[in-house]
């Protein structure tokens, strides 16, 4: 299974980013019942839980950072998450990365999928 990061750019503070995550590979497996969940990572840091979404019931997750700014969801014909990104700020900064896995947590070692990663910088 591999999962396919993208959409990361540079943006201004209070801007907006959409950042897609497809899966490909034995995605029924994969997308059955699994939750697919973006981490970010800014250098320095631990990498951390932003969002996920429960693919069977589209529950979602949030990190109570980028709640009201941040929206998961999904498009199971395309078997793709998004995260979608508003009023961005600096510390919003970091390397996202897209990962599933059977169960839902907020710490790495939950998932076992990963994608490569996109970078998102905010800067003025």
């Known amino acids: 299974v591999q999962l396919q990061a993208s959409g990361g750019g540079l943006v201004q503070p209070g801007g907006s980013l959409r950042l897609s995550c497809e899966a490909s590979?034995?995605?029924?497996?994969?997308?059955?019942?699994?939750?697919v969940a973006w981490f970010r990572q800014a250098p320095g840091k631990e990498r951390e839980f932003v969002a996920a979404?429960?693919?069977?019931?589209?529950?979602?997750y949030y990190e109570d950072s980028v709640r009201g700014r941040f929206t998961i969801s999904k498009n199971s014909a395309e078997n793709t998450v998004y995260l979608e990104m508003n009023s961005l700020k600096p510390d919003d900064a970091a390397v996202y990365y897209c990962?599933?896995?059977?169960?839902?947590?907020?710490?790495?070692?939950?998932?076992?999928?990963w994608g490569q990663g996109t970078e998102v910088t905010v800067s003025s």
């Open positions: 990962a599933a896995g059977a169960h839902y947590g907020t710490t790495p070692k939950v998932f076992d999928y």
């Open positions: 590979g034995s995605t029924g497996r994969i997308f059955s019942s699994t939750i």
């Open positions: 979404i429960r693919w069977g019931s589209g529950n979602r």
